[in-house]
T-cell receptor, first 114, second 116 residues
Framework: AQSVTQLDSHVSVSEGTPVLLRCNYSSSYSPSLFWYVQHPNKGLQLLLKYTSAATLVKGINGFEAEFKKSETSFHLTKPSAHMSDAAEYFCVVTPSGGYNKLIFGAGTRLAVHP | GAVVSQHPSWVICKSGTSVKIECRSLDFQATTMFWYRQFPKQSLMLMATSNEGSKATYEQGVEKDKFLINHASLTLSTLTVTSAHPEDSSFYIC????????????FGPGTRLLVL
């Protein structure tokens, strides 16, 4: 069985400071992992994905995530937060290959303060 | 990049009426589309998997006669909420899986349904 745990329901940072959104997964198979972002009343936008290639994955808008198998983690980071980064972020897992339904984490709401 | 559209973006209807929501993949083919429901401040809940040319697969607890899904082409899936009631009010989001390459899911912008 697969599951995703986002360790923080809310994260608040100041503009210009680093962002860390934590995600741990459980999977019986070699997983594929994704981070999606959702702005208010909008659909989801893919930030980045891990598909068993490089463990450090670079995404859009300066975000990146590192797949650590030993820690079963896939934390999302950004060196410097921008006001426009304020949104809901979802960590998602699916069995390797991506051709299966996505398992969503509960989400982390990121607030960015001036 | 891959774009998925939904129509309408929002709809208000009276209790007892049926509402149809369209999901289109604009620049890629999608043999599989997914329908999600999202309640305020919650994560997405998968309702059903829609496969082109075949019957949809519904998740446990989702009434297939209540939420009719049709996937008649490689770029279009529709969700019809039949005899809608206020408890059906929600944010409905579709995604389309790119048939080529890795099979990443791309999400539509969502449809806000309010049943009075």
């Amino acid at each position: 069985a697969q599951s995703v745990t986002q360790l923080d329901s809310h994260v608040s940072v100041s503009e210009g400071t680093p962002v860390l959104l934590r995600c741990n997964y459980s999977s019986s198979y070699s997983p594929s992992l994704f981070w999606y972002v959702q702005h208010p009343n909008k659909g989801l936008q893919l930030l980045l994905k891990y598909t068993s290639a490089a463990t450090l994955v670079k995404g859009i808008n300066g975000f990146e995530a590192e797949f650590k198998k030993s820690e079963t983690s896939f934390h999302l980071t950004k060196p410097s937060a921008h006001m426009s980064d304020a949104a809901e972020y979802f960590c998602v897992v699916t069995p390797s290959g991506g051709y299966n339904k996505l398992i969503f984490g509960a989400g982390t709401r990121l607030a960015v303060h001036p | 990049g891959a774009v998925v559209s939904q129509h309408p973006s929002w709809v208000i209807c009276k209790s007892g009426t049926s509402v149809k929501i369209e999901c289109r993949s604009l620049d890629f083919q999608a043999t599989t589309m997914f329908w999600y429901r999202q309640f305020p401040k919650q994560s997405l809940m998968l309702m059903a998997t829609s496969n082109e040319g075949s019957k949809a697969t519904y998740e446990q607890g989702v009434e297939k006669d209540k939420f009719l899904i049709n996937h008649a082409s490689l770029t279009l899936s529709t969700l019809t909420v039949t005899s809608a009631h206020p408890e059906d009010s929600s944010f409905y989001i579709c995604s389309a899986r790119d048939s080529a390459g890795f099979g990443t899911q791309y999400f539509g912008p969502g449809t806000r349904l309010l049943v009075l």
